[in-house]
């Protein structure tokens, strides 16, 4: 979570601090770099779980087939 919402603080600190003009644009910016940053960290997670649980219902059961030549 923290990689996906690493840039948010130092905009805000831009915005306070270095008196950066505090716009509507900039604004709705940093609104949508919040929600864009949150929505990459739900793929990850949900990608991340659906890995997991190909690799356990690969280790269940295999999907390759083994022959043995006599």
Not at 15 to 34: A, E, H, K, N, W
Request: glycine fraction near 8%; charge should be positive.
């Amino acid at each position: 979570m923290v990689s996906a919402l690493n840039k948010l603080p130092i905009t805000a600190s831009g915005m306070i601090f270095f008196g950066d003009p505090v716009t509507s644009d900039l604004c709705r910016q940093y609104r949508s770099g919040s929600l864009l940053g949150l929505y990459m960290q739900w793929l990850r997670t949900t990608r991340g779980e659906a890995e997991s649980a190909r690799a356990q219902a690969d280790a269940i059961l295999p999907l390759t087939a083994t022959t043995r030549k006599p």
